[in-house]
Nanobody, 123 residues
Framework: QVQLVESGGGLVQAGGSLRLSCAASGRTFSGYAMGWFRQAPEKEREFVAAIRRSDGSTTYEDSVKGRFTISRDKAKNTMYLQMNMLKPEDTAVYSC????????????????WGQGTQVTVSS
């Protein structure tokens, strides 16, 4: 099994940037895809971005398209989420996970969730 640990969250002003990291151990990056999700208080976890293991293809939720970039460094067993032009509505706990299915945008298809890292964007 793979274990995932997120880091890099913090408090930033609107328009600022953060770079989140998802460090993997165990059988790293062995699934169909890995993804980033976020959950705000009193809301369900929602998809943010995912990257496919086989070819590095990426997909994004519409609201972050053009602002966020998902990537990975195989040598470091780490996945990243570069977040630019942050908005207050981006405030949430961000978590990473892996899926072994083709449903790479649905939280229910993912497993081995990390503990999450808090991102807070002030207006």
């Amino acid at each position: 099994q793979v274990q995932l640990v997120e880091s890099g969250g913090g408090l930033v002003q609107a328009g600022g940037s953060l770079r989140l990291s998802c460090a993997a151990s165990g059988r790293t990056f062995s699934g169909y895809a890995m993804g980033w999700f976020r959950q705000a208080p009193e809301k369900e976890r929602e998809f943010v971005a995912a990257i496919r293991r086989s070819d590095g293809s990426t997909t994004y939720e519409d609201s972050v398209k053009g602002r966020f970039t998902i990537s990975r460094d195989k040598a470091k067993n780490t996945m990243y989420l570069q977040m630019n032009m942050l908005k207050p509505e981006d405030t949430a706990v961000y978590s990473c996970a892996v899926t072994y299915s083709l449903r790479w945008t649905q939280p229910a298809a993912f497993t081995s969730w990390g503990q999450g890292t808090q991102v807070t964007v002030s207006s």
